[in-house]
């Protein structure tokens, strides 16, 4: 008998509950990436980042979303994973800090980033029918991705995983249970 798994279809919404740093809305996001499998099964090297469509679908970016009040950030960046891309992993150490200009609200917000190495790849998730998922080579990502302050966080990313000897020396990693996400 297999072990079945609950996953709350509904993302959250509202804005009653939310982080505010100094006046500027706080919003957390993931770059979720993999290792590609080559020809013969085996993990390679190169590197997939899977990015979604905005809500309108008129551009493509990585999951973030609203940090709440009740959520650590990484369970924020968990979660707006799990929302918006369908995907759970392990969040790695914070990628960066940026302040950067909402284009629809007209205000500055500040979004912190992170990589989520991915473990599972769902088939319903909450924002199936509002957005598209895609794998891509980082280059590829990187010109899809609209936001200057994400493309950035790519390039942090990409820099960290081909310089190990860089990465900071305790990773702290988040596995999230389904259960704590609704």
């Not at 509950?17 to 013969?40: A, E, H």
């Amino acid at each position: 008998m297999g072990v079945e798994k609950m996953v709350c279809l509904v993302s959250r919404t509202g804005r009653q509950f939310q982080r505010y740093n100094k006046g500027r809305r706080q919003v957390v996001g993931c770059i979720p990436y993999r290792f590609k499998l080559s020809s013969d099964g085996k993990i390679s090297d190169e590197v997939e980042v899977l990015v979604i469509s905005s809500q309108k679908g008129h551009a493509m970016m990585f999951p973030k979303g609203g940090w709440e009040l009740d959520e650590s950030v990484e369970e924020a960046a968990s979660r707006e994973s799990l929302e918006e891309a369908g995907v759970l992993g392990n969040v790695e150490h914070q990628l960066g800090k940026w302040d950067f200009l909402s284009k629809s609200r007209g205000t500055y917000y500040e979004g912190l980033m992170f990589p989520m190495l991915v473990t599972e790849q769902l088939e319903l998730w909450p924002e199936q029918q509002a957005r598209q998922r895609i794998w891509m080579n980082v280059v590829d990502a990187r010109e899809a991705c609209r936001d200057w302050w994400m493309k950035e966080a790519l390039d942090v990313l990409v820099a960290r995983l081909s310089s190990p000897m860089i990465q900071p020396k305790e990773e702290k990693t988040l596995s999230i249970s389904i259960e704590t996400m609704c």
